[in-house]
């Protein structure tokens, strides 16, 4: 047999990264800023400091430096788990019958089965370092939930999280997750604030939403100083955390001496997607490499493809910064028959400029049962059971190969897997029995009120 890159590929601990990479520091052109609702002006770090830990709002503002040093204390943390491999999908190419190489970096192996630890470590560690007593959030499908209670009870923090109350009541075992890592969970809207409170008055039998969840957490974090409230996407903190992935798929291409053609992730807030193409993005920038770059998202909330590039707010009850983005509108709300996650109505400030600037060059919807056809395609020849947030990569990843069957071209594709979706299962039980429908909505749905 000739000698074959491994199937995967791990690098050492040594090779985790020492510092973060910041886009920002490496465009001309930076993104617009956040702006007050009230004043109107640029947001400063004064505005956010009742609300974020004081590191990361300074992390969320810096747009000059292209590194930050990754403290020692998070990259002990990130040992347990990291560095992720980088697999070669030889099945996947075979099966599909492509010439092309199919790499994807495994960002499943960790308790809360996706990327998302990458950055609720180091939110923790910084509400640590600065003295604070605990932190809150709010999750919808609950990877994030999970993730944090899993960072917080190592650095010793109290953590509640609003759970938007569909999802609470769909999948009993998040809860269960969580409560296990000493983490409170609280089904939205709920009665222990003024925000919820409200919610239920007006609409007592209400499935919640995002926007409610984040109203409750940002509500209990600012009555007390000892807390802060941290978001696990969309936000610039987290795109640079989560450029841990990049960093490590690129070591681990060079390795191999490749160099991907073209790079997929998936795009709900944006963190993965911003994460996975930083150092590639970097090198565009700098005038080193021109990868070509694919955001796919699902057609039931299409922020990128069909969205407005506008300044919109980042919750539905209007109380976050405004921030410029593709976005649906802020009171936009995902079909009930939309199966995943990435559902949130906006997208990253730093997603949506990359796009914008053509630095991101394409953005696709995918339908929902074309995107668990690919999942099962790929649990059956990868093994690895993939989230329904990452099948949206994979379907892309799969139409890239078959047109390289089509030309010849044995093309470097390169896309990120998210996570497993072991909590998913109702939705593959509906794929799988035929039941599963696709929802796109009307145009009216996504004008901007
Ligand atoms: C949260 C999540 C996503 C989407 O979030 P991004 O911020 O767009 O990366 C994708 N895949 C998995 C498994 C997730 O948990």
């Not at 199937?7 to 090779?15: A, G, H, V």
């Not at 690129?250 to 997929?264: G, R, S, V, W």
């Not at 010849?408 to 996570?419: D, R």
Request: net charge negative; glycine share 8%.
């Amino acid at each position: 047999m000739a000698k074959q890159d491994p199937y995967r590929i791990y690098l050492t601990e040594e090779q985790i990264p020492k510092q973060w990479l910041n886009i920002r520091g490496f465009m001309k052109d930076k993104p617009d800023p956040m702006i007050h609702p009230g004043t109107g002006k640029p947001i400063v770090k004064e505005d956010l400091l009742p609300i974020f830990c004081d590191e990361l709002a300074a992390q969320e503002l810096d747009e000059d430096n292209k590194y930050v040093d990754i403290p020692d204390e998070v990259r002990e943390f990130y040992k347990l788990y990291r560095p992720s491999p980088l697999c070669r999908a030889y099945n996947l190419e075979k099966a599909l019958g492509t010439p092309a190489k199919i790499y994807y970096k495994f960002e499943g192996n960790n308790t809360s089965g996706s990327h998302k630890l990458n950055a609720a470590v180091p939110m923790a560690y910084y509400a640590k370092e600065q003295g604070l007593k605990g932190l809150t959030t709010e999750t919808g499908a609950g990877q994030w939930g999970t993730a944090l209670s899993i960072a917080c009870k190592y650095y010793g923090l109290d953590l509640c999280v609003y759970m938007v109350s569909g999802s609470f009541k769909q999948k009993p075992y998040r809860k269960a997750v969580i409560e296990t890592y000493g983490a409170k969970i609280i089904a939205s809207p709920s009665n222990t604030t003024n925000a919820g409170r409200a919610v239920l008055a007006e609409h007592p039998d209400t499935s919640g939403s995002l926007g409610c969840a984040i109203s409750e957490a940002v509500e209990v974090a600012v009555q007390d100083p000892s807390l802060r409230y941290v978001l696990g996407s969309v936000m610039n903190q987290v795109l640079l955390h989560q450029s841990v992935i990049g960093i490590e798929s690129k070591t681990a291409m060079e390795q191999l001496n490749a160099y991907p053609d073209i790079i997929i992730g998936c795009a709900g807030g944006g963190s993965n997607l911003g994460g996975l193409i930083a150092p590639f993005v970097a090198d565009k920038l700098e005038g080193k490499a021109n990868p070509y770059i694919i955001a796919v998202e699902p057609a039931s909330c299409p922020s990128l493809t069909r969205g407005t590039y506008a300044y919109d707010f980042g919750d539905i009850a209007k109380i976050t910064p405004l921030v410029k983005m593709y976005t649906l509108g802020c009171e936009f709300l995902p079909s009930p028959n939309h199966a995943g996650g990435l559902r949130y109505h906006g997208m990253s400030p730093l997603v949506s400029k990359l796009y914008h600037d053509k630095l991101i060059d394409k953005a696709i919807s995918a339908e929902q049962t074309k995107v668990f056809e690919a999942a099962k395609l790929f649990a059956q020849s990868e093994t690895i059971l993939p989230a329904p947030e990452s099948s949206h990569a994979i379907y892309a990843a799969v139409q890239e190969a078959l047109k390289c069957k089509e030309s010849g071209e044995a093309k470097t594709i390169l896309f990120g897997l998210t996570g497993t979706g072991y909590f998913d299962m109702t939705a593959y039980m509906d794929f799988n029995a035929g039941t599963m429908g696709d929802y796109i909505p009307t145009d009216e749905e996504i004008k901007i009120k």
